[in-house]
């Protein structure tokens, strides 16, 4: 199993930007992926990005172009970096980490709001 902590979450004005962190118990080379989810208010969870082993990205359409998602292997932490943020980007963003043959590991999650 692996631990993951996020950081980074606050409020921001439309347009800002905010950096999310999560930080991991453990070399991120040995997870198969690294994700960050969030749900927002009345909605389900939701996949915003994602990073693999071998440096694939994958991005929710609603935030291609705005959000990046890193990583800083000797850190074992991976970021989502949020530009132009929108209203509808507020929520709760969760990483999230597969370690295979022990199944997924959540982060508690941080709050991002965006203010309109």
């Known amino acids: 199993q692996v631990q993951l902590m996020e950081s980074g979450g606050g409020l921001a004005q439309p347009g800002g930007s905010l950096r999310l962190s999560c930080a991991a118990s453990?070399?991120?080379?040995?997870?198969?992926?690294v994700a960050w989810y969030r749900q927002g208010p009345g909605k389900e969870r939701e996949l915003v990005a994602r990073i693999n082993t071998d440096g694939i990205l994958k991005y929710a359409d609603s935030v291609k172009g705005r959000f990046t998602i890193s990583r800083d292997s000797a850190k074992n932490t991976v970021y989502l970096q949020m530009n132009n943020l929108k209203p509808e980007d507020t929520g709760i963003y969760y990483c999230?980490?597969?370690?295979?043959?022990?199944?997924?590991?959540w982060g508690q999650g941080t709050q991002v709001t965006v203010s309109s």
């Open positions: 453990r070399s991120i080379f040995s997870l198969s992926y």
């Open positions: 999230n980490a597969l370690l295979q043959f022990s199944g997924d590991s």
